[in-house]
C-alpha cells in the first residue's frame, strides 16, 4: 500500500521493498471474503510481530535496569506488552487513519478500538521484521517503546498484588477467587473466573490460565471500585 507507506512515512523507519507486507498488515482480517478458518495475512503477521516486540522489550528492560529482580522486570515487561500500551503506539504513529476495515467495524467504532489497534500495531511490527529483518523492527519498537518505558518510574503492581492491597487498605477481608469454568478444547483453554471483595460486589475475566484469568478478573474489579 505504496499510500500508507507514504502516510506513516519516517514514523515506522523503513521503506518497504515488499510494500505487499505492509498492506496486508493494514488490512483488517474483516475485509476478507474468504470466511474459512485459514489465517490471513494479517492474523500471520500480527503473531511474528507480537513475539518481534516481546523479545526486543525484554531485552530493553534487561539492559535499562540492570539491578532488577526478573520478578520486577516481569511486571514492567507486562504493562510495556499489553493491549493498551501496545494501542498507545498505534495512535502515535496514526495507524487509525491508514487502517482498511470492513464498513461495519468501522462504524462500530472500529478505528479507536484498543484490541483492533494493538493487534494492527503488532501486525507493522511483523510486516517489518518480515521486510527488513530484526534490526529494522527492534528499531522501531525501540524509539516507540522508549518513552513508556520510562513512564514506569517503579515496577507496576499485577493487578492481584493491587486488589488485595486495596482491600486491605479498607479493613476488607482478602479478595476471594473462584474458576467459573473453562470453554474450548483441552490444548487452548479459556478459563472464566470471578473475584469479589466483600461489600464491593465483584467482577469477572478471561484467559488462556486460571492465573492470567485471575489477574483479568482484578483488573475489571479494580476499575469498578475506583470508578
Not at 14 to 21: G, N, Q, T, V, Y
Not at 79 to 101: F, K, N, P, S
Not at 172 to 194: C, I, N, Q, S, W
Request: aromatic share 6%.
Amino acid at each position: 500500500m505504496a499510500g500508507a507507506d507514504s502516510q506513516l512515512g519516517d514514523l515506522l523507519g523503513h521503506r518497504f521493498a515488499r510494500p505487499e507486507l505492509l498492506t496486508q498488515a493494514l488490512t483488517h482480517p474483516s475485509v476478507t471474503q474468504n470466511r474459512r478458518r485459514q489465517s490471513a495475512p494479517y492474523e500471520r503477521l500480527e503473531f511474528l510481530g507480537d513475539r518481534v516486540l516481546g523479545l526486543v522489550v525484554a531485552d530493553m528492560l534487561f539492559h535499562h535496569f540492570p539491578d532488577e529482580a526478573e520478578g520486577a522486570l516481569a511486571r514492567r515487561f507486562t504493562a510495556l506488552v499489553r493491549r493498551e500500551a501496545v494501542a498507545r503506539v498505534a495512535v502515535a504513529i496514526g495507524l487509525a487513519d491508514v487502517l482498511t476495515m470492513a464498513k461495519g467495524d468501522e462504524e462500530a467504532g472500529g478505528r479507536g478500538n484498543p484490541g483492533i489497534l494493538a493487534d494492527a500495531c503488532e501486525a507493522v511490527i511483523g510486516a517489518l521484521y518480515a521486510d527488513g529483518g530484526f534490526e529494522v523492527a527492534a528499531a522501531f519498537v525501540r524509539r516507540q517503546w522508549q518513552v513508556l518505558m520510562e513512564e514506569l518510574a517503579a515496577p507496576p503492581k499485577d493487578a492481584k498484588t493491587a486488589l488485595q492491597e486495596w482491600a486491605q487498605g479498607r479493613g476488607k477481608p482478602l479478595p476471594v477467587y473462584r474458576t467459573l469454568g473453562a470453554e474450548g478444547p483441552p490444548h487452548d483453554p479459556m478459563f472464566l473466573v470471578e473475584v469479589g471483595v466483600e461489600g464491593q460486589g465483584a467482577a469477572t475475566g478471561r484467559g488462556p490460565s486460571k492465573r492470567t484469568a485471575e489477574q483479568a478478573a482484578a483488573t475489571a474489579l479494580l476499575e469498578k471500585v475506583k470508578a
